[in-house]
């Protein structure tokens, strides 16, 4: 059976019925085959979306309301079957499916009960000789393009918004992971989401599937989670139509410990850090960044958690290649392995939770993304260097810091040039908090009160009595 777009409503075939597979990473064998849509597929999503904009973005916000309500209670209701689904395509255990999917499925309930909040106001001129109204109205179609990370959650906290606020949409998973994006879509009409508001693509073609949608005069916004190198790309293309632009891109999560931090509660976050989705995630903590007088306490105590961890296999071959590289170049700057660092043998991309000490600022895994379960761990003696140390990135998006003094909590999360903070927690993601990033990590933000403005114009109305 092959994976059929969603365009209009309709399920249908890709032009000339081209399709591509998705593997199971756990085993390397084929999973589903899935439509690869061509250029002109991705024309007719955007065609769909276009010509169902006017009246969706007429529709009652309490009806727009309801229909996320409903999706919400029917994916926690298909919970198992969803986890089963996502852990087949991208591999982490089912526990962790389950819970990215109760995450997600929050982002349909959280804007559920936005849709109805959406408000202007109204005002006196300074002068008093006009008055001063806005409203807010759907930014209209928009483009969406997902990774295969959290192949639900990064999903719904754009659908999300884009419903509630009005917005019609063309989606595009990753080739990796589309499968839990088709269910979701049989789930939003189930819910009673109208024939052409959402419209999925899955395509191998990706560059030449979504350029011309992005630089279609058509679209309205473009949301993309990724990697930064190709949302540098996206930016670009975006100029041309002036498109309003939001950004997740890659993350080098600082996780700084300091001297009078409790060690047990900072082992527990680190665990949360790290190990959440196999550390393929832009919040991963991707430097532990230990005062020089609790290192050696800490990473025998983290090592001896990570032992003991459970791990799926990691995305595909080529990511497994990659962080097995990342360690490689650390041991040759001298690192020290606590535990892991070996490829296992056998079938599947997995790699070992990994401890690494002694490692130097030279080392490749200070500046890059490792988006596996490798902890590099590295030393500071006073707070200043700390900030520095932690700040020492292009990225932004998210630090952690263990500290039991409230002085010391506030200057550094105050210093830390980053979207969002842990404070002596190791995961900070929530459907009623913004999520995003500073610096090259990105900008816009998803969830919270922030997240639905992504998804409406700001009019204001001049008025003469
Ligand atoms: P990626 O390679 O940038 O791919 C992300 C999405 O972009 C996929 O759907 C991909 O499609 C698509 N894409 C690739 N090239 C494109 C092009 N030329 N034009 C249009 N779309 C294109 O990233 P990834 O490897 O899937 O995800 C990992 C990255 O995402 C990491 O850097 C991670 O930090 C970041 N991330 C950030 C957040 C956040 O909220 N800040 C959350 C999760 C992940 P194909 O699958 O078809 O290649």
Redesign the pocket.
């Known amino acids: 059976m092959t994976h059929q777009l969603f365009i209009a409503g309709q399920w249908r075939d890709a032009e000339g019925g081209a399709t591509f597979e998705v593997e199971n990473p756990a085993t390397g064998e084929t999973l589903a085959t899935v439509a690869d849509a061509s250029a002109a597929d991705g024309r007719a999503a955007l065609d769909a979306a276009v010509a169902a904009q006017a009246d969706w973005a007429r529709t009652a916000p309490r009806d727009r309301g309801e229909i996320l309500r409903r999706a919400f209670e029917i994916i926690t209701e298909r919970t198992d079957e969803l986890a089963e689904q996502m852990t087949a395509e991208m591999g982490k255990p089912v526990s962790e499916s389950k819970a990215e999917i109760a995450y997600g499925a929050e982002f349909f309930r959280w804007f559920a009960e936005e849709s109805v909040r959406i408000a202007g106001r109204h005002s006196v001129a300074p002068n008093g000789a006009t008055r001063l109204l806005t409203l807010k109205q759907p930014v209209g179609p928009c483009l969406m ?6 192949p639900l959650a ?1 999903g719904t906290r754009k659908i999300g918004p884009a419903i509630a606020a009005g917005c019609t949409m063309v989606v ?6 589309p499968l839990t994006m088709l269910t979701l879509g049989e789930i939003l009409t189930e819910a009673g989401l109208p024939d052409g508001v959402l419209n999925i693509v899955t ?2 073609s ?2 030449e ?3 011309p949608i ?1 630089r279609d005069p058509r679209l309205r916004k473009l949301t ?8 540098r ?2 930016i670009e ?1 975006a100029a041309e139509g002036v498109l309003r632009v939001s ?5 080098n999560a600082p996780f700084l410990v300091f001297e009078d931090a409790d060690l047990e509660k900072a082992v527990d976050g680190a665990m949360l850090a790290k190990m959440r989705n196999i550390g ?5 903590a991707n430097r532990f960044i230990v005062h020089e007088s609790l290192a050696e306490e800490f990473s025998r105590r983290f090592a001896e958690r990570m032992e003991q961890a459970e791990v799926g296999p990691l995305v595909e071959a080529k ?1 497994r290649d990659k962080v097995a590289e990342l360690v490689d170049d650390a041991k040759e700057h001298g690192a020290q392995v606590l535990t892991g660092g070996e490829v296992p043998a056998g079938a599947g991309y997995f790699y070992p939770p990994t401890v690494l000490t002694g490692v130097p600022t030279e080392a490749r895994v200070w500046r890059e ?1 490792i ?1 596996g379960p490798v902890a590099p761990i590295f030393t500071f003696t006073d707070d200043d260097e700390a900030l520095r140390m932690a700040n020492d990135t292009e990225f932004g ?1 998210v630090a952690y810091a263990f500290t039991q003094s409230y002085s010391r909590a506030i200057k550094v999360y105050e210093g830390l040039e980053t979207g969002m903070v842990g404070i002596n927690q190791g995961v900070v993601s929530n459907p009623a908090a913004p ?3 500073m610096k090259a ?2 900008f816009g933000r ?1 969830g919270g009160d922030e997240g639905i403005e992504e998804y409406l114009e700001t009019k204001y109305v001049g008025l003469a009595p």
């Open positions: 393009i997902t990774p295969w990370n959290f990064m595009k998973p990753a080739s990796l992971t395509t191998k990706t560059g599937v979504m350029e992005i993309f989670t990724g990697s930064t190198e190709v949302g790309t996206l293309q950004m997740e891109l890659g993350g393929e995630a832009c919040t991963a990511q993304e988006f998006l999520f995003g990033g990590s990105g998803e």
